[in-house]
Structure formats: C-alpha cells, structure tokens
C-alpha cells in the first residue's frame, strides 16, 4: 500500500509510545544504573564502570547458563517447527472438525505457565503421575527430579506440548491462503505429494514460518516460570536457563550489579538476533 | 490412500495434547489420600472437596477475581491505545515511523526476568504496589506492541479507498474512524483483545512481583499453597483445572479467526 506522507500520525502513535516508554525506558535505566555502579543500600552508589560486564562475561556459571539456553532452544526449534508443519498438512480443512482441532490445539497456549509447569510436575512423577508410572512400569528407569537427562528431556518434551500448537496455527493460516487453483495445476501436472510440499506449500508458509520461529525463539529464549516450577531448574543446575540463573542472582543473592550487566547482555543477544531476523522478513515482503 | 489415513496424525497430536489436561483433571477429584496411594487412571472415591474449598475460601476466589480484573484492565486499556497508532503505522509515513515500530516490538522481546527488580521499584515509588492497575500498566510493556502489530496487519488488509471515500463524503477523521473504520476490522479488534487476554492470564512473574495481597493474581496463590502448606496436589489440580476455563471460554469465540491472527493479520 503507498502511504501518504503525514507528520501529524505522531499524535495517533503518543499514547501508545508514552505508555511503552513509561514501562520500557525508566526500568532500563535502572538496570543500566545498577550494571554501572556498586551499592551497599541506603542509596549510596559507587562508580564501577565495566567491571561487572567484564566479570559476566568472564564467569562460567553465565557461560553454561547460555549454552544450556542455546541447546534448549535449538532442541525446541528442531522439534516443534517439523511437527507442527506435519500436523498443520495433515489437519481437515474443511467441515466440523476444524473448530474442534483448532480449539483443542490452543488450548495449552491460554493455560497459565505455572499451572503448566505444576500440571507437567504432576504428569511426570515417578510413583504416582500418569507419564511417571506409565514409564517405570514398562521398566524404563525415569525420576525428573534426580536424573539431568530425564529432567532435559521432560522440560523439552513440555515445551514442545505447550508451544507446538502455535506452529501449527501459523502454518494452517498460511496454506489455508493458498487458492485450490494451484492444487488442480498440479495434479494436471502430474505432480508428487513431495513436488506439491516443495513448490506450493513451503513457500506460502515462508511469511508465517519466519514468524513462528522469530516468536518461539523469542519466547523460549526468555523462558521462565515453566522449568522453574517443572525442576526448579535442578537437578543441581542442569536445567538453569538465563531467566532462572538471572533471577536467582538478582531477587536471590541480590547481586544487583552483576545481574544488572547480565540482564544488559541477555537483552542486547536476543535483539541482535530478533533484529537480523526482522530484517530479512521486512526484506521479503518489500520484494 | 495418503487422504484415508490422513487423520491420524492431528488425532495423534491432539491425543498427545489432552493428556497431561487430563492427569490434572482426574487428580483434582481425588482425595488427598488417593492420590499419594499410589497411581490410578480414574478417581476411585470421586470427590468435589478440593473445588469446595476453592470456592468457599476468599483467598483462594479472590484470586481468580484479582486475575481477571488486571487482565480485562489490561486488554482495554492495550487495544484502545493500540488502536490510534496501527492506523497511524498502517496509512501513513512519518518521521522515524519504521525505528519507531522496531522499538516497539523490542519491547515484546524484553525478557521479563530483566525488568522484574525496575518494575518492582517504579511501581512502588509511584504507590501503585499491590494494585490491579500496576499489573495491567506493567503488562503493557509487551501487549501493546503485539497488539499493534496485530492491528496492522488487518488495517493494511482493508482498501486506502474506504478513508478516501469517507473523508470525500464529509466524515470527520474521528467519526470516520469510530463510525466506519473500526466495525469493519471488528475481527482484527477481537483477535487482538484475545492475544492482549491471552498473554496477561499467562503471564506469572511481573504479576507476582507487583503484587502481595490486595491483588495477588490466582498462579501467585497457587504457588503460595504448593511451598508453605505441605503437598496438596488435589487443591492444586483443581485450582490449575480452573485456570483453563477462562482460555477456553475465549478461544471459542475467536477460533474462526485464531489461525489469522496468529499471523498477525498478514496472511
């Protein structure tokens, strides 16, 4: 659409910027203050300069913590976005069941994350939750609680159950955009199941794929209060993501300097990359 | 043959999906004692105790009530604000618009774990602590510009002329826009107003740190029960069983349009 060249917009655009910047601007700089400066309370503050983002960067724990978060969000792209493409080709397009998949499938994404953190805790105990008992009973060895591996694979596995629909969604919407036209061409074509994924289905979905993977990125990135109610990011801190680790530094040890520099630097990655991201949607649709 | 068997997949998924729902559901009509016996598939002494106890004790109902205040406050306040702006973004060019909806969407990138202490400080030094409006305020921060985004995308969808016409025809912009424009993306305000629910009901951690008593939201109390009052799985199943309800209410008026507006409109 060509738009028409108006400075006066900016008065539609204030509320909405007053309000962001009231809830985005004044808590950075209290971040930025504190990654700066040292405190002992009573409002005295000491000019630090660099020394916690020096010390942030040179730290292992902050080191494992992100390539724990890496791993994890790498595991979850490499999962959820397959499956939901899978499910999102084989869903009915017409007829009473779309309502009902559609409302089912979306059901996990209103559900708050404690109460899927504590539905999943009860799902996955050994002795007396429905997946637990199920596995130990066909003799799989499983307790989230004490062994790093099973902990991983539960919190990813929750991951994919809470979030998949999402991918799914944003597909359906896509390929429900494509006119039954190109279908008929095909098959005049002759043209494979594969042929038809390949050429007329995948790129519909290019728009809506970009999406889906910047808002899980985005979202699995930050990831909170799941694993933490799930594992309490243990057993011992396999399962710490950066949100877990940050908190635990900042309302736990009160280290508001390091987890200030840290919050900085977490912040800046998942920009860089949401940014690069960005950039080649944006690059695509003005083609 | 591919078309036959078709159904197996979502059937498959959507089996998948139900099941952790249902493990809660079943624990929340088990009593106490059932249910550290040891595991069993269907309630054997079928009770509705643990829902009494919810609906009976204030600091249990209270919660879902502070919930559903700060979420309603939230969605009202992020769709009217929002609404202005996506017309702005999506009709016309101005100084600075492209940084000006990148910035935005930073914000819905910001991890809330960074502004949880800020938040914290602000809002108390502003003396909106423990207020509803504080947690819907709060909640802004990444609502409003998902929102935005949302509206765009619809408002783009509708044809330049539709304005044109009316400005023609004498409309006012203001009564153009409340007259015309907005009962025709009426499905983009609706998605919207679902996404801006649907984010605020999740949210957990600003929600708590906000708030101590006088608006402590629902998941704060749960959390409250499952640490300082032993292990009671069964209150907790049906207090995490009742969670669901809201969403479900919602999706089913919006399920026409939920798979666009997870597009954010721009399908």
Known sequence: ?287 | MIRTRQWIVPTLYIAFLMLPIYGLISMSFKTTNEILGGFSFFPNEFTLANYEKIFTDPTWYNGYINSLIYVVMNTVISVSVALPAAYAFSRYRFLGDKHLFFWLLTNRMAPPAVFALPFFQLYSAIGLFDTHIAVALAHCLFNIPLAVWILEGFMSGVPKELDETAYLDGYSFWRFFIRIFIPTIAAGIGVAAFFCFMYSWVELLLAKTLTSVAAKPIAATMTRTASTSGYELGLLAAAGSLTIIPGAFVIYFVRNYIAKGFALGRV
């Open chain 1, 1 to 287: 659409m060509n738009k028409t060249l108006n400075q006066k917009a900016w008065w539609l655009v204030l509320p909405v910027l007053l309000l962001v910047a009231f809830n985005a601007f004044i808590p950075l700089m209290t971040v930025v203050n504190y990654s700066l400066q040292e405190t002992f309370g009573d409002n005295v503050f000491f000019w630090e300069g660099l020394t916690w983002f020096e010390g942030v960067l040179n730290s292992e724990r902050f080191h494992a913590a992100f390539l724990r978060q890496l791993l994890f969000t790498g595991m979850i792209l490499a999962i959820e976005v397959p499956l939901g493409i899978a499910v999102a080709l084989t869903m009915p397009r017409k007829g009473p069941w779309v309502s009902v998949c559609l409302v089912l499938m979306a059901l996990p994404l209103l559900i708050p994350w404690n109460v899927v953190g504590a539905m999943w805790n009860i799902f996955a105990l050994p002795d007396i939750g429905l997946l637990g008992y199920t596995l130990n009973s066909m003799g799989v060895d499983y307790n989230f609680t004490q062994q790093p591996v099973a902990a991983w694979m539960t919190t990813v596995v929750m991951d994919v159950w809470h979030w998949t629909s999402l991918v799914v969604l944003l597909c359906y919407a896509g390929l429900c955009s494509i006119p039954d036209a190109y279908y008929q061409a095909a098959r005049i074509d002759g043209a494979s199941a594969w042929a038809t994924f390949r050429y007329i289905q995948l790129p519909k979905m290019k728009r809506v794929l970009t999406i889906a993977i910047l808002l899980r990125f985005m979202d699995s990135f930050m990831i909170y209060t799941e694993p933490f109610v799930l594992t309490g990011g243990g057993p011992g801190n396999t399962t710490t993501f950066l949100s877990i680790d940050l908190v635990k530094i900042a309302l736990g040890q009160f280290d508001l300097g390091p987890a200030a520099a840290m919050s900085l630097i977490y912040f800046l990655v998942v920009l860089l990359i949401c940014w690069a991201f960005y950039t080649i949607m944006m690059r695509d649709e003005n083609q």
